[in-house]
């Protein structure tokens, strides 16, 4: 008897577990860096895909999954003359999906690293992001 308790207690928690784990990427955004864009996808659907500017020759934005770490409706860059990253969404050290003015270079590689989207965009992201939470939320970058 204690046999089956054990084994229901442990299907159970594993049901538990895969529950959690859908709930966890409800909001995913997917950063493509060949095409240098963003998908954000809400429960498997793509709300929206955007044009982003990742890191340009001899910088790297790093290839991996992340959930964000913290979150500032405005930030500035200490290593880099205290630039402004407006909407900035850490998910890996100092790496993070932000707002930019530079415009005209998104869709092409010109960043130290960051994800940079148009200041509009970033903010519609952030919302989102404090809207599901950081831990329901997955930032993926792929080459």
């Not at 966890?24 to 895909?49: F, K, P």
């Not at 890191?55 to 290593?79: C, D, F, I």
Request: charged content about 20%; aromatic content about 12%.
């Amino acid at each position: 008897m204690k046999k089956v308790v054990l084994v229901a207690a442990a299907l159970l928690a594993s049901a538990f577990s895969f529950s959690t784990e859908g709930r966890a990427d409800s909001l995913v955004a997917r950063i493509n860096v060949s095409e240098q864009t963003m998908q954000v996808i809400r429960y498997g659907r793509v709300l929206y895909t955007w044009r982003v500017s990742t890191a340009r020759r001899g910088y790297v934005t790093p290839a991996g999954s992340w959930r964000p770490k913290r979150m500032h409706r405005m930030w500035y860059s200490r290593k880099y003359d205290m630039s402004p990253m407006p909407y900035a969404v850490f998910y890996n050290g100092g790496y993070a999906v932000h707002g930019t003015n530079a415009v005209g270079r998104l869709g092409t590689p010109a960043s130290h690293g960051c994800v940079r989207l148009d200041t509009n965009n970033a903010a519609k992201f952030y919302a989102l992001v404090q809207e599901i939470g950081p831990g329901n939320t997955r930032i993926v970058v792929e080459r």
